[in-house]
Structures are given as C-alpha cells and as structure tokens.
Nanobody, 118 residues
Framework: QVQLVESGGGSVQPGGSLRLSCAAS????????INWYRQAPGKERELVVG????????TYADSVKGRFTISRDNAKNTAYLQMNSLKPEVTAVYYC???????????WGQGTQVTVSS
C-alpha cells in the first residue's frame, strides 16, 4: 500500500521554526522527486520547494529562499522541509508530493497545517 505521510506541522509565532517530514512507503522512494506544495484559504495550491530524487538539485519559490530548506534521506524514505524565520504569510496546508522522475505517476500526502500567528 502506497503511503505518503506528512508530519511536523503546527502553530508557531512569527520568527519561529518548524520542520516538516514526509515519510514514504509502498513505492521506490529514490525514483521520485519530492515537492512541497501549500494551499492557503481561498488561494491556489502552489509549489514551495522541490528536490530531485538523489538530492542533487533543489528548487525554491522566491518567497521562501533563504528561510526554507528541503532535504531527503533515501535510506529512511523520508524528506524534510526545514522552515525558519516564519512569517504569517506562509500559513497554509502543506502537502508532500512524490513525482516519478520519468513516469506519469505521482503520490500525495494528506497535508499538514502550518499556522504562523501572534
């Protein structure tokens, strides 16, 4: 059974930090790029950050450069999103997406809520 499970979300003060995890099972993790998307209320889902299957390349939305860091540990079938210096504007549900490097196949997690407020 394929599973992609996010964790680590929660509520944090502005300027605080969170680390999200994306744990995969049931598929060959190393054959998938990992992306984090987010969707805020009333807004479209947007790509936040991505990492290639062996971690050799990363992509960041301009709004999070210098504050967010994506990484992965293929031995643990897990990807991470370190989020620092958090601002209220990043409040959203964050989704982990596993996109096969070649095939037209992707998996999605259920999402984890990140809330930044005073």
């Amino acid at each position: 059974q394929v599973q992609l499970v996010e964790s680590g979300g929660g509520s944090v003060q502005p300027g605080g930090s969170l680390r999200l995890s994306c744990a995969a099972s049931g598929f060959t993790f190393k054959d998938y790029d990992i992306n984090w998307y987010r969707q805020a209320p009333g807004k479209e889902r947007e790509l936040v950050v991505g990492i290639t299957n062996f971690g050799s390349s990363t992509t960041y939305a301009d709004s999070v450069k210098g504050r967010f860091t994506i990484s992965r540990d293929n031995a643990k079938n897990t990807a991470y999103l370190q989020m620092n210096s958090l601002k209220p504007e990043v409040t959203a549900v964050y989704y982990c997406n596993a996109q096969h490097i070649l095939a037209r196949r992707a998996y999605w997690g259920q999402g984890t809520q990140v809330t930044v407020s005073s």
